[in-house]
């Protein structure tokens, strides 16, 4: 499926900025069982982010879809605020 630009309506994640901050991108695991999908990015892209929160945690899903399969990788569990926190510099190239 492809889907045209001026269908988006989630947003899009801004190019790296020349210093932004790398970060550590981990297997998934169990990290909350009741968490869910709070903020992602469009699925236009071949890699979509996205906000996952519950019991006060958070952390971020990173998947890139290669040829019908999935890439999945998740940062470590934080407090909510800073998980929104590196989320907003996620989507404004502030960090990959």
């Not at 801004?14 to 009741?34: G, I, K, T």
């Not at 006060?56 to 899903?61: Q, V």
């Not at 989320?87 to 404004?92: Q, Y």
Request: aromatic residues 8%.
């Amino acid at each position: 499926m492809v889907i045209l630009s001026d269908e988006c309506v989630s947003p899009h994640v801004a190019m790296a900025q020349r210093d932004h901050v790398r970060l550590e991108w981990l297997r998934p695991y169990q990290a909350l069982e009741r968490a869910r999908p709070v903020a992602w990015t469009c699925f236009c892209r071949a890699t979509v982010y996205e906000l996952l929160e519950g019991a006060g945690r958070a952390f971020l899903r990173r998947t890139v879809q290669l040829d019908g399969k999935h890439e999945i990788h998740e940062t470590s569990v934080r407090p909510i605020n800073e998980a929104r926190t590196i989320w907003t510099a996620l989507l404004t190239g502030r960090t990959r």
